[in-house]
């Protein structure tokens, strides 16, 4: 969820990347970070939640690359070093997912999204599944309402509504740095994208179409949960016909932050299963 501008995505997550690079898709620069070796398959493809930037990854990534894992994260439109305004609907943000997965060369990645991601994640598979070999599900839900308070608090008191948002992402005895660190990025974020971001989480809605999707998809979340609870999780899992849920104990709702040994290894897991 955490938005990005004063820094790196890898130098404000304390890390230094090799990675970085660009691509040009339908006429706009989207960046990335890869990890791991280039001849691994199948490929993970991260995408971040709102607000946010491929910056949030950058610990997984490396756990999966010590793993002999290729991953890549993606900065969406608006977001990070990537070009163009943000999206008002997650329809339009999972086509630029599926045209970075093109221009890219990806063939059947397993795609991952977090928060908003997810739902991008679960658009991409609803709109061309045979372009994928897989979906991982971190903190998400098939529906994703967002408080009025929020909405309108983006607008009105933009500091104060961060603040409340870091205050429910993080499980009780998080690391105050972690939080702090979170709380200082998603300011970084311009606020029209932040509020764009929520507003089109607020309309995504899929949970009549879940049994459409065919795609062996693991579905994380963390136990502590205050933002998209476990009960989204296991809505997910057993609607979804191959889907497995992998609860993380000690995380909220940023997990792949909070226990990235974990998640990193149910991950690992998942992947050693597909085909």
């Excluded at 997984?60 to 994260?73: D, E, F, V």
Aim: charge should be neutral; hydrophobic fraction near 45%; include cysteine.
């Amino acid at each position: 969820m955490f938005g990005e501008r004063l820094l790196s995505p890898e130098r404000a997550f304390g890390l230094n990347r090799a990675g970085d690079g660009a691509v040009e898709a339908a006429g706009r620069r989207l960046t990335f970070t890869e990890d791991g070796p280039p001849q691994a398959s199948p490929p993970v493809v991260f995408v971040h939640g709102a607000g946010g930037t491929r910056g949030v990854w950058a610990r997984l990534g490396h756990h999966l690359a010590r793993k002999g894992r290729r991953s890549l994260a993606l900065d969406l439109p608006g977001h990070g070093g990537s070009e163009g305004p943000g999206c008002g609907r997650i329809e339009a943000y999972a086509g630029w997912a599926l045209r970075f997965l093109e221009a890219r060369g990806l063939r059947r990645p397993v795609l991952a999204g977090h928060s908003m991601g997810g739902g991008i994640a679960l658009a991409c598979a609803l709109a061309a599944p045979g372009g994928l070999g897989g979906l991982i599900l971190l903190g998400t839900g098939a529906r994703l309402r967002v408080l009025d308070s929020i909405l309108q608090g983006i607008r009105t008191d933009f500091e104060k509504t961060v603040d409340a948002i870091v205050g429910y992402a993080f499980a009780p005895g998080a690391p105050p740095a972690m939080a702090e660190e979170s709380r200082r990025e998603l300011r970084a974020c311009p606020p029209e994208v932040l509020e764009g971001d929520f507003r089109a989480c607020d309309a995504f809605d899929v949970m009549e179409r879940l049994g459409e999707i065919s795609l062996p998809t693991l579905v994380l979340c963390g136990e502590d949960d205050a933002l998209t609870p476990p009960k989204y999780a296991r809505f997910l899992a057993g609607r979804i016909p191959r889907a497995r849920l992998e609860p993380i104990a000690g995380a909220g709702h940023m997990l792949m932050l909070e226990r990235v040994a974990p998640v990193g290894e149910a991950i690992a897991a998942f992947l050693d299963s597909l085909p």
